[in-house]
């Protein structure tokens, strides 16, 4: 029972703050999700990721669909402008 009471009162002092899409190539996306200390108001974690688009037949990578690399780009150029 501790330990779930544990958990609740995490949850409550830590919220998810930033989904942020960092780079963009032919078969590769990089991307970050940080977290928040709601209580003293600073960053808590963070964790950058790489996704490689594969080919789940052929089991090696390939290249993004360029409607979801355009998309990707697209928020980029966004979060860009929104930080300028």
């Known amino acids: 029972m501790?330990?779930?009471?544990?958990a609740a009162?995490?949850?409550?002092r830590f919220r998810p703050e930033g989904r942020r899409l960092?780079?963009?190539?032919?078969?590769?996306?990089?991307f970050?999700?940080?977290?928040?200390?709601v209580e003293r108001d600073e960053l808590a974690a963070s964790c950058e990721l790489t996704g490689v688009h594969m080919?789940?037949?052929q089991r090696k990578s390939c290249p993004?669909?360029?409607?979801i690399r355009r998309a990707a780009?697209?928020?980029?150029?966004?979060?860009a402008e929104v930080a300028a």
């Open 2 to 6: 501790a330990c779930i009471l544990a």
């Open 9 to 12: 009162a995490a949850v409550e």
């Open 22 to 30: 960092l780079e963009v190539r032919d078969k590769v996306i990089r």
């Open 32 to 37: 970050v999700h940080e977290m928040r200390n």
């Open 55 to 57: 080919d789940r037949a």
């Open 64 to 67: 993004l669909p360029p409607e």
């Open 73 to 79: 780009e697209a928020m980029i150029a966004v979060a």
